[in-house]
């Protein structure tokens, strides 16, 4: 029975996982239809703020959950400034401008530190469930991945910053017509997203530990996420990463974690063999 | 260039491409010799996402998969035969049916471009990860070990067929890998000039109206995608031979980045500016690699980054249109 | 119907909760010109795109010569003999004028047949003199008629025209009712048209559609005298 519970645990930290990297990515897809290639990058970028705080004696807490997101905002910010704004409306050279933005920020950071692991230990240590230890901290993971759903969710619904982001998302000119200004609401929007993805860099830095080259392993990912959620950010990402997490994980532990992950792919083929548009583009339709 | 007539900028090419392949072993040292050989089977690489992109306007961003699938073919094939004729045949093969596998998932999904490149991706990571886990004896197909991320070494090299015991010295090898250079460069444009290459040109322009004028373009782009697998596959086995070693690597990210770069580089819509993208790029990363002022990703990021934003559509196409003001307007399509 | 070219059966169409062609019984002979008219929202577009397999039927059959076509995909449906110009013309904006024909001609007929062909039909349409321009330079009155033409070299058997005055000047629109009516001579068509002046210049028998179904069918004078079709138009008649 401890053994269901902790396969339960593996799969339910899975998709928590999907859910951490993907939903930054779903806000700034989801809402601005822009790809960016450079977003395992920022999950990256926010792994080395959160451990190179760490080491200079900030909170491991407020490393992750302050200082990560806070400087990836604000690196997305200027992205979104200096390169996306200039190529709106031009969605492959977005891919390709923000693939060479990727490629730009794997460079500086193995210029600044170096090719090896930078890690930090995962904090809160570990719980014993009938014969098995699992880390405390993956737990917390799961509960602050529906957190961060739950926090999104009740800011695009219920705050005027939501509204607005909303409505400018649906129809700028309208929205400029109301005196909102459409050019600010994409920097924010892409700022907020970066900020997520920063976090979520953060968070999962002490489990995998930080290379200047992990975002290659987690870009994929959560692109086949988001795409295959469909248009509605929370709905999509989170029926995609419960579907995908669940897949991965679970062939990972009856075989292998690189079958898992070819799993989540072939998946991801056949649902959008099925569903083109994604999973929300037909079940939960219109929902946020 | 209905009618079949050579525009003189592709003979030009042509001619060129002979040239040099006749009359760079003359001249150039074993070192230069061997570094121009790897080059020409880069381009035949470049070509291969040149002719997938720029003319089936599919957005393939893991080319290095078929890249990667034709070396571990070759090597894999090389080692259990002993005699490599086999191996490049199949080399050839092996990617091209696994494109044409995947292609019909994708194109006959109706799958848009973005998800298409999202989905090539991550082909090639899986590669790439597959690969590297495959270390330890149990991981061998026949008498070939895959040795997961050590790679593949002391592959055997390209013998004269029939005749495993007699290898091909290294400018036979530099010949043989002009000489599919040549061809594949004609063939392409070949291939382009005849019915079914105009009716992909015109996919990539308007797809609807080829679909309202009978064409099935799910077919057509599927069997682009194929032969662009096979070409790659080609440069895979070339690549693997130089070497004489085959790694995980050839499915990297950073591989896949390249390909793409040598395309934006020289140009999207010709099959000269692939090459041309790809000499130039390789040229410099062979310069920074030797020298430790900053890390190649950095530099390839800023001149990808420059490119897109600044010389959007590449080398050859802007050179072309400088040339067509000074020249005089005229059509300016398959130039090269 | 035997003979019959084109026929549907009870062909509709829902967009969730709006049925936006209901129940169209519709019958088209051999070398007939059919012309389907009606007010904006009367489901002529639609139909249209049910007729061309950019859309599928919720209900109801298409039968071309017999075969049934209905649900199959636009280019089978090209395939069959059916040349189809949409709304907005859709051409290759970097090819030329003769490599439209060409590209549509060569599908059916060996490459040295083709040009001559190609040859052909611009001069058909009068169209030889910018034969080898980038059609993306064109006027859109040209760019009507190329498409026309690039149907037309198709040599299809049915031919379907999706508002094939639309944006032109006065001559251009004389011009292009001459073009169809001499295209007539040789191929059956269905015309979708808004511009009546246009509509008057080439037709025999008209169908008029109103809220998704067919309202009536009769000949041009037939049509123009009848009080329903007046009212339809003006928006004076709520339902049917």
């Known amino acids: 029975m401890d053994l269901a519970a902790v396969l339960m645990l593996e799969v339910l930290n899975g998709i928590a996982t999907l859910v951490l990297i993907s939903v930054g990515l779903a806000i700034i897809f989801g809402m601005m239809r822009v790809i960016n290639l450079a977003h395992g990058e920022f999950l990256m970028l926010g792994g080395y703020a959160a451990i190179v705080a760490t080491n200079h004696g900030v909170n491991i807490w407020v490393a992750m959950l302050v200082m990560a997101p ?4 604000v690196i997305g910010v200027i992205a979104e400034r200096l390169i996306i704004r200039v190529l709106y409306g031009r969605m492959i050279d977005t891919l390709l401008a923000t693939w060479g933005l990727s490629l730009f920020f794997v460079g500086i950071v193995t210029t600044i530190f170096g ?59 309208m929205a400029a017509a109301l005196g909102v200004s459409p050019p600010r609401v994409y920097a924010t929007t892409f700022g907020v997203g970066a900020a997520l993805t920063g976090l979520a860099g953060g968070l999962l830095a002490p489990i995998s530990g930080v290379l200047p080259t992990v975002g290659a392993a987690y870009v994929a990912k959560a692109f086949i996420t988001v795409i295959s959620g469909g248009t509605a950010i929370l709905a999509g990402t989170a029926a995609a990463s419960t579907l995908f997490g669940s897949v991965n994980q679970l062939l990972t532990y009856f075989t292998t974690p690189v079958i898992g992950e070819a799993g989540l792919l072939a998946a991801a083929i056949l649902l959008l063999r099925v569903l083109p548009h994604g999973i929300t583009g037909k079940l939960f339709r219109g929902s946020l | 260039m209905i009618g079949g007539r050579w525009s003189p900028g592709i003979v030009l090419t042509t001619v060129a491409m002979v040239g040099i392949a006749l009359g760079v072993p003359q001249v150039v040292d074993q070192f230069g010799l061997l570094q121009l050989t790897v080059f020409a089977a880069m381009c035949i690489l470049a070509l291969s996402l040149g002719f997938v992109w720029g003319y089936g306007g599919i957005l393939c961003f893991g080319q290095s998969a078929f890249f990667g699938l034709g070396g571990y073919t070759y090597a894999v094939t090389a080692i259990n035969v002993g005699e490599s004729t086999l191996a490049t045949i199949l080399a050839v093969v092996v990617p091209a049916v696994f494109a044409a596998l995947l292609g019909y998932f994708m194109f006959y999904g109706r ?17 790439f990860n597959l690969m590297n886990s495959t270390a330890g004896d149990a991981y061998r197909v026949g008498k070939a070990r895959l040795n997961g991320f050590n790679g593949m070494p002391s592959l055997p090299t390209l013998n004269v067929p029939g005749d495993p015991g007699r290898l091909l010295d290294p400018a036979e090898t530099f010949y043989l890998v002009m000489a599919f250079l040549v061809i594949v460069y004609v063939g392409l444009h070949g291939l382009l000039a005849s019915h079914f290459g105009r009716v992909v040109v015109a996919i990539r322009e308007n797809e609807t109206r080829c679909e309202l004028l009978g064409y099935d373009v799910r077919l057509h782009k599927l069997l682009v995608f194929t032969i662009g ?23 990297s990210l950073t591989m896949t980045s390249q390909i793409i770069i040598w395309v934006i580089v020289g140009g999207l819509g010709t099959l000269l500016g692939p090459i041309i993208g790809c000499l130039i790029m390789q040229y410099l990363a062979t310069t920074l690699g030797t020298q430790q002022l900053a890390n190649t990703n950095l530099i390839f990021g800023i001149i990808f980054l420059a490119f897109v934003l600044l010389v959007p559509r590449g080398i050859v196409p802007s050179l072309r249109r400088l040339g067509a003001r000074a020249v005089g307007p005229a059509r300016v399509r398959d130039l090269a | 119907m035997s003979g019959a070219v084109l026929q549907t059966v009870g062909l509709s169409i829902r967009f969730g909760g709006v049925e936006a062609v209901r129940g169209v019984d519709f019958t088209l002979a051999e070398r007939e010109l059919r012309c389907l008219i009606g007010p904006n929202g009367a489901g002529k577009s639609t139909l249209f795109k049910l007729l061309t397999g950019q859309l599928k039927p919720t209900a109801g059959r298409i039968l071309f010569r017999g075969h049934d076509i209905t649900g199959h995909h636009t280019h089978a449906i090209a395939r069959r003999g059916i040349g189809i110009k949409t709304q907005v013309p859709s051409l290759f904006d970097g090819l030329t004028v003769r490599e439209h024909l060409w590209l549509s001609a060569r599908r059916t007929n060996p490459a040295g047949r083709t ?7 611009l001069e058909r349409i009068g169209l030889t003199a910018l034969a080898d321009g980038a059609v993306g330079q064109l006027s859109h009155g040209l760019r009507q008629w190329v498409e026309l033409g690039t149907v ?29 009516r001499e295209i007539n001579r040789t191929h059956a068509l269905i015309v979708v048209e808004h511009d009546m002046q246009f509509v008057k210049m080439i037709a025999r028998t008209v169908t008029v559609m109103h809220q998704g179904a067919v309202l009536v069918e009769d000949t041009m004078d037939q049509i123009m005298k ?6 339809v138009y003006l928006g004076k008649h709520g339902g049917s």
């Not at chain 1, 806070?70 to 905002?73: H, K, R, S």
């Not at chain 2, 031979?241 to 050839?250: H, L, M, R, T």
Request: hydrophobic share 55%; aromatic share 6%; glycine share 12%.
């Open chain 3, 226 to 231: 009848n009080a329903t079709v007046r009212d």
């Open chain 2, 229 to 251: 697998g096979g070409i790659a596959g080609l440069a895979g086995c070339l690549f693997a031979n130089w070497g004489a070693f085959v790694s995980p690597n050839v499915f």
């Open chain 3, 152 to 180: 037309l070299a198709g040599n299809p058997e049915l031919i379907l025209l999706d508002e094939p005055a639309a944006g032109m000047t006065h001559d251009e629109v004389a011009r292009t009712a001459e073009l169809v």
């Open chain 1, 115 to 173: 090719n090896t692991v930078a890690g930090i230990g995962a904090p809160l240590g570990s719980v014993g469930v009938g014969r098995y230890n699992i880390s405390v901290y993956r737990l917390v993971l799961v509960g602050l991945a529906a957190a961060i759903l739950a926090v999104i969710f009740i800011v695009l619904r219920r705050t005027r910053l939501g509204l607005i982001a909303r409505g400018t998302m649906e129809n700028p000119n």
């Open chain 3, 115 to 121: 040009r001559a062909i190609a040859d052909e039909i």
């Open chain 1, 70 to 73: 806070l400087v990836v905002g």
């Open chain 2, 111 to 127: 799958l848009s471009d973005v998800y298409l490149g999202v989905i090539t991706l991550s082909v090639t990571l899986i590669f």
